[in-house]
Nanobody, 120 residues
Framework: QVQLVESGGGLVQPGGSLRLSCVAS????????????MNWYRQVPGKQRELVAL???????DYTDSMKGRFTISRDNAKNTVYLQMNSLKPEDTAVYYC??????????WGQGIQVTVSS
């Protein structure tokens, strides 16, 4: 059973930085972590969950326009971990951030989410 556990959220002042981590476990030998596309999403109350960034199995990345230049997604396949480095944080970045793993044969899995609050 695949599990994703996020960490690293919390309260930060505007202009500050946070690094989120998402550790995956339970992936089968037929679809190991390195073969999954890993994603970060975020959601605020009353709004749809939105894609923040993704990183494919080969390392190619993609970002939602409003996050380009401020957020960086990366992965460490040896640690089954994906990261989201967030810099120059703004109050509008306040949200619950979710990790998602996708594999065309392995399935889609979500973490439980972690709160990020940007406030002075």
């Amino acid at each position: 059973q695949v599990q994703l556990v996020e960490s690293g959220g919390g309260l930060v002042q505007p202009g500050g930085s946070l690094r989120l981590s998402c550790v995956a476990s339970g992936m089968s030998s037929g679809s190991i972590f390195s073969t999954y596309t890993m994603n970060w999403y975020r959601q605020v109350p009353g709004k749809q969950r939105e894609l923040v960034a993704l990183i494919r199995s080969g390392g190619l990345t993609d970002y939602t326009d409003s996050m380009k230049g401020r957020f960086t997604i990366s992965r460490d396949n040896a640690k089954n971990t994906v990261y989201l480095q967030m810099n120059s944080l703004k109050p509008e970045d306040t949200a619950v951030y979710y990790c998602k793993a996708f594999h065309p044969y392995g399935g889609t899995y979500w973490g439980q989410g972690i709160q990020v609050t940007v406030s002075s």
